[in-house]
């Protein structure tokens, strides 16, 4: 997919939902992690890492055959960060938290709510592609706060 297409898809988002978040478009994240995009709550801004959301896609469904919505699910997503009222809130109880528990309960609570937004937003999106997409991302905070309790 070219950056023509992934811009198109983004600005439709944007629009729907009114947002005025900054939206840039890079290939791949620096640092080796396998991040579709980021929210910078300092910038009001979203970057898109686009090779990064093709290996998402191919990791999860094993082709390409779903990357636009795929990329139209993660940008949703990071739309849900910026719009979240209590993302500043949480993210300074996440800094000053002392308990890895909390820290770990409060990180899953960001990203569900971010989740929950994205679902509020994508209603002709595949259900059970958003629905893999949102257990896939939630799983690995799922996964640390059960090895802390455990």
């Known amino acids: 997919m070219n950056r023509t297409i992934a811009k198109h898809i983004f600005d439709e988002l944007v629009a729907r939902t009114g947002s005025q978040v900054n939206v840039r478009i890079r290939s791949r994240f620096p640092g080796g992690r396998n991040v579709g995009g980021k929210y910078s709550m300092n910038e009001h801004g979203i970057t898109m890492y686009l090779e990064e959301i093709r290996k998402q896609c191919m990791n999860i469904f094993g082709s390409l055959e779903r990357y636009e919505e795929v990329l139209r699910i993660v940008f949703a997503h990071e739309l849900g960060h910026s719009a979240d009222r209590d ?17 770990k309960k409060i990180a899953l609570l960001i990203e569900e709510n971010a989740w929950h937004y994205a679902e509020e937003i994508l209603p002709e999106v595949d259900q059970s592609v958003l629905q893999t997409m949102i257990y896939v991302s939630l799983q690995s905070y799922r996964e640390a706060i059960a090895q802390e309790i455990a």
């Open 87 to 103: 993302l500043s809130t949480l993210s300074d109880q996440f800094d000053m938290c002392e308990d890895e528990l909390e820290r």
